[in-house]
């Protein structure tokens, strides 16, 4: 089952690349821009990853980011993530970008945005690996904060293919974003949030109806309410559902009450996916492995799940159907 999981062709939809930054790479970041980190080693570093909430995960984990200061370090922070996809046969990515979380430290948008592209470009060339950027906005900071970040990324839109919305649930619900959310719409970007991770049932509704995104991040509390696991299962709205990432926040406390294959059974558009694999002990192969271990996912249901990862990425339509094609070979 570990060689069929890591084998088998797949697609990330759920991933911020500040949270693919590993100790190691920390360390040497930090090292090469003359930053003192608050840890001695990066064993000691990795045993502080121990989180209660998400809360407690995005305080270190902000403060983390602080190394990358370079166009350099955004393209081996990027690099680094995209050696893990080509190892673990992952074809095809969405990934998340924070730059609030760099612009407000002094870093410039141009410096994060093209060290990140570049290594993506990298990625099509030498690996074949398709992608497609998301930025997201911190819902922690004001809805005029988003606006003006958006304006930030007017020069650099045929970059970036949709917009997302992170950090803090609790107390900063979707209606928060509801006309930054509109303008980039009516601009042509897709749209994505965090909902129902850590808040209510309520936030994947209101991201539904009043953002009007294209997918829900996470929603694993939409189970909560059986008149929407029925409208997500009609409407085909996908999930991006992080295993690993909700026991470590402890969304969920055993991977063995993990709702995601219970939603599948009832035809949810659940997808796996790995949020930031760096603090949450895996890539992709390790979250659907966890699901095996703890659900006894069946190679059925991983096929299954990942055929959802394809259909509802934003790819064309026809590299959806070129991957759906080498998913299909791969499971005769
Ligand atoms: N939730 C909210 N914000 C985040 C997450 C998450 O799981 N990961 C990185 N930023
Ligand atoms: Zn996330």
Redesign the pocket.
């Given at each position: 089952m570990e060689h069929f999981l890591n084998a088998m062709p797949k697609a990330e939809l759920?991933l911020?690349i500040e949270g693919t930054l590993e100790p190691e790479l920390m360390f040497k970041l930090a090292e090469r821009n003359g930053i003192e980190l608050p840890y001695s080693s990066v064993d000691q570093l990795r045993a502080a990853y121990d989180f209660g909430n998400l809360q407690d995960f995005l305080d270190p984990y902000y403060q983390g980011a602080e190394v990358l200061q370079t166009e350099q370090d955004f393209y081996d922070l990027t690099w680094a993530y995209i050696e893990r996809c080509h190892e673990q046969n992952v074809i095809h990515i969405e990934p998340?970008f924070d730059p609030q979380t760099h612009t407000d430290r002094g870093i410039p948008f141009a410096t994060v945005i093209n060290g990140i592209s570049r290594a993506l470009e990298d990625a099509k060339t030498r690996y074949g690996i398709s992608s497609g950027l998301i930025m997201c906005f911190l819902r922690h900071l004001s809805e005029e904060q988003a606006f003006d970040t958006l304006q930030q990324a007017l020069p650099y839109l045929d970059r970036i293919i949709g917009i997302g919305l992170?950090s803090s649930e609790q107390g900063h619900p979707p209606t928060k974003f509801q006309r930054v959310f509109a303008k980039a719409r009516a601009m042509g970007l897709l749209l994505v949030a965090?909902a129902g991770e850590e808040g209510p049932a309520q936030n994947v509704i209101d991201s539904l109806d009043l953002l009007h995104v294209d997918r829900i991040?996470?929603g694993v509390r939409a189970a909560d309410d059986p008149a929407l696991m029925r409208r997500l299962a009609e409407e085909k709205i996908a999930l991006t559902v992080?295993p690993l990432?909700n026991t470590r926040l402890r969304v969920f406390s055993d991977m063995r009450e993990h709702n995601i294959l219970q939603m599948l059974a009832v035809g949810v558009k659940v997808t796996v996916n790995s949020?930031?694999p760096a603090y949450f002990g895996g890539y992709m192969t390790e979250n659907f492995l966890a699901l095996y271990h703890a659900l006894n996912l069946s190679k059925e249901q991983a096929l299954e799940l990942t055929r959802n990862s394809f259909e509802y990425s934003f790819a064309s339509r026809e590299r959806k159907d070129e991957m759906l094609v080498l998913l299909n070979r791969f499971a005769a």
């Open positions: 759920h911020h998340f992170d965090h991040d996470h992080c990432s949020d930031d």
